[in-house]
């Protein structure tokens, strides 16, 4: 068979494509430009994929019938182009945009397409402002992010810009799905990951202009000026090549189909993130000067205020997690691997 991946010189995007190939799945990638398609095609032929992926231009996702071309002839569709960076300015604009099209264009072009899997977010499930630890589902819609958007305008945050575009996207594909259910033989998913880290391949020249996640996880693990507060902030995390599996998974399983399933392997702060890397024994990226960070952070009980069920993922999907010292390893080596 064959799978479009939308946005597959991101990061996730890319881990995605990768995956794919290794299962000897062929895989059509959209790009923004003809230079982002070069490195990608260039990177899979060296991988010894070269038969099996090609790459298509779409320039501006959001625009009518953007996708008209790329779905033609695709048995399933992977959707993970969405902007994620805090330069956005409208939530609607282009990550709605960019479902619409992609939904839009199935629907009239690619009647062979079985499955559709679409890149959420925990994001479009939490609440800010936790007075106590809270472990949340399926069942959880970012309401607060929407509504802060909608009364705040231009003036809104652009973290909560993301998270209120991350839920009006998988609410546009549900309510699309709903609408036109009788006409298609797809069905949908959506994968809803934590935090993601892990090794970064896609095209990035240093380690200042990683993608949204690997960045803040580098500002504060590598670079040694994190702040207190910020390295005793609870996340919960999961790795990029897992992320990938577990669309692929999305799309293989048909037991998939109509589900959110949140991605996470863990819960952590992000100083045991800092410890994890000081602990690796020998330290892949020698030329790295690791802080402590603050340890102190570490000691008595750790306050993990949000996790996630993970009920529904090992119920469906059942992967196997990696560990935050197989993940700090990896990215350790792939950092060693650019002479970083
Ligand atoms: P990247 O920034 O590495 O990838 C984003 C991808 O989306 C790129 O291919 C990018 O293309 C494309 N894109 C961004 N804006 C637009 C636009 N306006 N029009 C067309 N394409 C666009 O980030 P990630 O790989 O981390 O993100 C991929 C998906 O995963 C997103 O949907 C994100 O919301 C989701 N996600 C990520 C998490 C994380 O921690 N990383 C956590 C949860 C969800 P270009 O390179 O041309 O800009």
Known sequence: ????????????????????????????????????????????????FGDKFEVVVVEDFSKEGAFDEAVKGVDAILHTASPFHWGAKNPQVPAVGGTSGVLNSALKYAPNVKRIVITSSCAALINTGLSKPTVFTEEGWNETAVKEAEEQGDKTHPGVIYCAAKVLAERFAWKFYEEHKSEVGWGITTILPAFVVGPPIQDVSSPTSLNQSLQMWYDNVLSGSAKKATLAQANTWVDVRDIALAHVLAMENKATGGERIIAAAGVCLLQDWVETANALQPNPLPSCKLSVGFPETLEGERVYHMSYSKAKEERILGIKFRTMEETTRAIFEEFAKRGW
């Open 1 to 48: 068979g064959k799978a479009l991946v939308s946005g597959a010189n991101g990061y996730i995007g890319m881990w995605t494509v990768q995956t794919l190939l290794e299962r000897r799945c062929s895989v059509r990638g959209t790009v923004r430009s003809v230079d982002k398609g070069k490195y990608l095609s260039d990177y899979f032929s060296k991988a010894g």
